[in-house]
């Protein structure tokens, strides 16, 4: 009998993995990764630094130990080439693998900088444990800290480097942080928070490009403004992995299209986590991949099971002003009503008959969120 094949070690495989030995103890799983296979949640990344946590501290498990816990056969620096689905097998660097089930969990790579320059090549991403491990030595020693984009990645890093004691610049295109999550009001206190502590805000700005200096980076924005930096962090984005995918002839959209039984258009293919778009939304944070994990077990195991998300706030892990977000879903239409205290803000987003669809909490009024979440409307 040919194994249960996962491909990809992140959150998403390892839960799925978890997940498939909570029901079944003998079915043959294999889990194929191109990294080395350790255990450890991405989330800590961008909050490590302050606490002065090396990559080998992050790691809860090596793949070794993750293999013979759930027993599974675990290949690490083995990268899928491609996916044969009619023949269903996987081709990776070192052979042929045959299965009987495929799940595809690829995560979702960092967007290009497109920065012109000398220093292009030095400009930094951290979107896994080694990314970290570069990052930390990179940075050792150095001052000056230049990230660019205040996305949720953008502000957590911002936050962790400054606590960290770091002088931080952060270029930002939009008008206020988060502002595709937040309303004016909540982004602009947020900054405010991080400010007080140092770090400088470039927003409506962009990194045109990046030259390398006697003694680290010229960062030139695209008014002609420039930042002297040590190292430069690009967090503007993530897409999800779809290449190998499309190359086998799977739908594709921002992410591996499925439906809510996580099914791909190709038989017994199926995507989770970061690379999937499931029901046309790609959902690249933790609860909703627990949520896929432990619908495809079931299904997998023999109990077809949909995906049923329950409302999923997140939080931004800046500890100078959190913040918790439960967006509205896309096209929803309705209005945000904000209210500021000197504390935090609430800003709920209900529609004409005051029902609530969504809403920006920050600093205490972050405590309101569960109760909240309760009283969004499905
Ligand atoms: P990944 O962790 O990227 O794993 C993908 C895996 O696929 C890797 O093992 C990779 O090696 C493997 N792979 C890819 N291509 C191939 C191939 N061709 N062959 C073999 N293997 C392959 N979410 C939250 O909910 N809360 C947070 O606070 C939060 N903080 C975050 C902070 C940072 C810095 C980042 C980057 C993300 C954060 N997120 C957060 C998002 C969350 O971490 C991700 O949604 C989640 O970790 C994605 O897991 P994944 O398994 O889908 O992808």
């Known amino acids: 009998m040919h194994p249960i094949v996962i491909v990809g070690s992140g959150l998403a495989g390892y839960t799925l993995l978890k997940e498939i030995r909570k029901r079944d103890t003998e079915t043959p799983v294999t889990l194929v990764t191109a990294d080395g296979g350790v255990f450890y949640s991405k989330p800590n990344l961008s909050n490590a630094l302050a606490t002065g946590r090396t990559a080998a501290a992050l790691a809860s498990a090596s793949s070794e130990k993750m293999a013979a816990d759930q027993n599974a056969t675990v290949l690490t620096h083995t990268r899928v080439t491609a996916i044969d689905t009619q023949g269903q097998r996987i081709r990776t660097e070192t052979g042929e693998i045959e299965y009987s089930q495929l799940v595809l969990a690829l995560g979702a790579d960092p967007f290009p900088h497109g920065l012109s320059g000398s220093g292009a090549a030095g400009v930094l991403a951290v979107n896994d444990l080694a990314d970290y491990a570069a990052f930390r030595s990179a940075i050792d020693g150095k001052k000056r800290i230049t990230v660019l984009g205040g996305g949720l990645i953008g502000c957590e890093f911002a936050n962790d480097l400054v606590h960290a004691g770091f002088a931080v610049d952060v270029v930002h295109l939009g008008a206020w942080l988060l502002e595709r999550l937040l309303p004016v009001e909540a982004g602009q206190r947020l900054a405010d928070s991080l400010a007080v502590l140092g770090v400088n805000w470039h927003f409506g700005r962009t990194g045109k ?132 205290s000197d504390t935090g803000i609430c800003a709920l987003h209900v529609d004409e008959a005051g029902r609530l669809q969504g809403f920006a909490l920050t600093g205490s009024e972050t405590a309101r969120r569960n109760t909240l979440a309760k009283e969004v409307v499905a």
């Open 209 to 340: 490009s990046v030259e390398r200096t006697a003694d680290g980076y010229r960062i030139e924005l695209d008014n002609g403004e420039t930042i002297a930096a040590d190292a430069v962090l690009s967090a503007i984005g993530l897409r999800p992995r779809t290449q190998l995918a499309q190359a086998a002839g799977i739908p594709v959209g921002r992410g591996i299209q499925t439906n809510g039984l996580l099914e791909t258009g190709a038989a017994n293919v199926y995507a989770m986590g970061d690379c999937a778009e499931v029901e046309g939304l790609n959902l690249p944070y933790v609860q909703p991949l627990m949520v896929q994990a432990r619908a495809l077990a079931a299904t997998l195991t023999g109990a077809p099971t949909p995906v049923v998300y329950p409302p999923m706030p997140v939080m931004v892990k800046t500890p100078a002003h959190p913040v918790a977000v439960l967006p509205p879903k896309i096209g929803a239409v309705g209005d945000w009503k904000v209210e500021c």
